[in-house]
T-cell receptor, first 114, second 113 residues
Framework: EPEVTQTPSHQVTQMGQEVILRCVPI?????FYWYRQILGQKVEFLVS????????KSEIFDDQFSVERPDGSNFTLKIRSTKLEDSAMYFC????????????FGEGSWLTVV | AQSVSQHNHHVILSEAASLELGCNYS??????LFWYVQYPGQHLQLLLK??????LVKGIKGFEAEFIKSKFSFNLRKPSVQWSDTAEYFC???????????FGKGTKLSVKP
């Protein structure tokens, strides 16, 4: 079964450093998402991306965050200057065209900011 | 604001016990409803989903959920749990006007052998 893959699985970074989390969505999917889950809290929506632009974003997704689809297969989340409170599991997800289609999640990237 | 409430933070059951996990949402329009499961060390996996039609939805591994529109609920059930069902279970709602999912806080299920 096709999967959403994410790298790295775990990254430790110092506060203030830039981090890029990478995702390879399922190949025929057209909608891409980033979610995050702070330890002990719920999974929160960050951003959705369609047709090479952001289609929706949450209040969490401020100017420190950006997304990019640099080469037609990867979908990246960049955090420009990490803060301690950015420590979380970041999930990439994708789905096919059509509002009823299931969203498939990757295994997540654990980000620890120290 | 739209929200999803899962009533139980941690449920502990013995094998063969019946399971019901509550989920309520606050959104008055059309919704798509989902239950995801996250086994220890693994990613979120879809358990079942409701888009329309029969409000009783059957998913994988013997799970089912019932959509009760009047109660804004989508409770997850399984008649007889197994040790391998130990995981965290997330209810999620996709309001009709939006593309993203809104998740509940999750319910951790521990099944004792």
């Amino acid at each position: 079964e096709p999967e959403v893959t994410q790298t790295p699985s775990h990254q430790v970074t110092q506060m203030g450093q830039e981090v890029i989390l990478r995702c390879v969505p399922i190949s025929n999917h057209l909608y891409f998402y980033w979610y995050r889950q702070i330890l002990g809290q719920k999974v929160e929506f960050l951003v959705s991306f369609y047709n090479n632009e952001i289609s929706e974003k949450s209040e969490i997704f401020d100017d420190q965050f950006s997304v990019e689809r640099p080469d037609g297969s990867n979908f990246t989340l960049k955090i420009r200057s990490t803060k301690l409170e950015d420590s979380a599991m970041y999930f990439c997800a994708s789905r096919q065209y059509g509002s009823g289609n299931t969203i498939y999640f990757g295994e997540g990237s654990w980000l620890t900011v120290v | 604001a739209q929200s999803v409430s899962q009533h139980n933070h941690h449920v502990i059951l013995s094998e063969a016990a019946s399971l019901e996990l509550g989920c309520n949402y606050s959104y008055g329009g059309t919704v798509n409803l989902f239950w995801y499961v996250q086994y220890p060390g693994q990613h979120l996996q879809l358990l079942l989903k409701y888009f329309s039609g029969d409000p009783l939805v059957k998913g994988i591994k013997g799970f089912e959920a019932e959509f009760i529109k009047s109660k804004f609920s989508f409770n997850l059930r399984k008649p007889s749990v197994q040790w391998s069902d130990t995981a965290e279970y997330f209810c999620a709602v996709k309001p009709g006007s939006q593309g993203n999912l809104i998740f509940g806080k999750g319910t951790k299920l521990s099944v004792k052998p």
